[in-house]
């Protein structure tokens, strides 16, 4: 049992880097390369933080020079169970 759960955290910490890895790529892809707010954040910062969101004169501009963390939780629940859908 105790090897299981190890192997379980193992996988848990994989997926939780690929994760990771995957949503910066988007960040870096959408917001850096290509302008784009892929997340809405500008559509958040503006509802929640709006005088803050005002004071920006570019939001693209901004974006594209801000830098990102990302840092995901990941738990496995029912490792190598299959569910299968009947039709």
Same mark, same amino acid.
């Given at each position: 049992? +105790?090897? =299981?759960? /190890?192997? /379980? &955290? =193992? +996988? +848990?910490?994989? @997926?939780?880097?690929? %994760? +990771? =890895?995957?949503? &910066?790529?988007? %960040? /870096?892809?959408? !917001?850096? =390369?290509?302008?784009?707010?892929? !997340?809405?954040?500008? *559509? #958040? &910062?503006?509802?929640?933080?709006?005088?803050?969101?005002?004071? &920006? $004169?570019?939001? *693209? @501009?901004?974006?594209?020079? #801000?830098? !990102?963390?990302?840092?995901?939780?990941?738990? %496995?629940? *029912? #490792?190598?169970?299959? $569910? !299968?859908?009947? /039709?």
């Amino acid at each position: 049992k +105790e090897e =299981e759960e /190890q192997k /379980q &955290l =193992e +996988e +848990e910490e994989i @997926k939780q880097k690929e %994760i +990771e =890895e995957q949503t &910066l790529e988007a %960040i /870096q892809k959408g !917001f850096v =390369e290509k302008g784009c707010d892929v !997340f809405d954040l500008g *559509r #958040a &910062l503006q509802k929640y933080q709006p005088d803050y969101y005002k004071s &920006l $004169s570019d939001w *693209r @501009k901004t974006v594209q020079k #801000a830098t !990102f963390e990302c840092k995901a939780d990941v738990r %496995i629940e *029912r #490792a190598g169970q299959k $569910s !299968f859908h009947h /039709q």
